[in-house]
């Protein structure tokens, strides 16, 4: 199937820096990808749709101006926790479709990034 | 607003035994379905997509049901095994976006 790479996997930081987590598409182009997080033992929350060449869309009640998201390429969509704080903790997972299916296609997910912020 | 439910949300069985998990979705007006595999601290792997034109798919052990007029899938997991223990989600995409359920926490016990 299809792959998605998400980097890095894991990451610590202090208090107030920024963080930022790639994730590609590696054998197909997407230019829709999607972040979500993951608070322990809850499901996926979509936190944004990220589209190749535009403004990403955010869903209600995320900071767009705290969670950067820039999506350069047709298999590259970054994610930055600008000022990162503790409550900022979690996992973040990307994923993304063969534009080439369209709408309906299969969602390939990344590995995940766990954040830790102290 | 779509709110996608699963049942149970933890299940312990012993090896060998067939199961079956369940998703159910407010808004019928959903473009397909798709059931996630997570292993504890990984991503997701995809195990079945079922299209909204659909009523079932099967791969190896597994077979994911639709019926999309009551809001309900199920995730039938035949003779299962040790390695099939994982939390499993569904998710009801529309457009581009996807909601989650819940997710079902699943243990097989050898």
């Known amino acids: 199937g299809a792959v998605v790479s998400q980097h890095p996997s894991w990451v610590i930081c202090k208090s107030g820096t920024s963080v930022k987590i790639e994730c590609r598409s590696l054998?197909?182009?997407?230019?829709?990808m999607f972040w979500y997080r993951q608070f322990p033992k809850q499901s996926l929350m979509l936190m944004a749709t990220?589209?190749?060449?535009?403004?990403?869309?955010?869903e209600q009640g995320v900071e767009k101006d705290k969670f950067l998201i820039n999506h350069a390429s047709l298999t590259l969509s970054t994610l930055t926790v600008t000022s990162a704080h503790p409550e900022d903790s979690s996992f973040y997972i990307c994923?993304?479709?063969?534009?080439?299916?369209?709408?309906?296609?299969?969602?390939?997910f990344g590995e995940g990034s766990r954040l830790t912020v102290l | 607003k779509q709110e996608v439910t699963q049942i149970p949300a933890a299940l312990s069985v012993p090896e060998g035994e067939n199961l079956v998990l369940n998703c159910s979705f407010t808004d019928s007006a959903i473009y397909n379905l798709q059931w996630f595999r997570q292993d504890p601290g990984k991503g997701l792997t995809s195990l079945l997509l079922i299209q909204s034109s659909q009523r079932e798919q099967t791969s190896g052990r597994l077979n994911a049901s639709l019926d999309k007029s009551s809001g309900r899938s199920t995730l039938y997991i035949a003779a299962s095994q040790p390695g099939d223990s994982a939390t499993y989600l569904c998710?009801?995409?529309?457009?581009?976006?996807?909601?989650f359920g819940t997710g079902t926490r699943l243990k097989v016990l050898a």
């Open positions: 994923s993304a479709r063969d534009q080439a299916s369209g709408a309906t296609g299969e969602l390939f």
């Open positions: 998710a009801v995409g529309r457009g581009y976006k996807y909601i």
């Open positions: 990220s589209n190749e060449g535009s403004k990403a869309t955010y």
């Open positions: 054998d197909f182009q997407a230019t829709t």
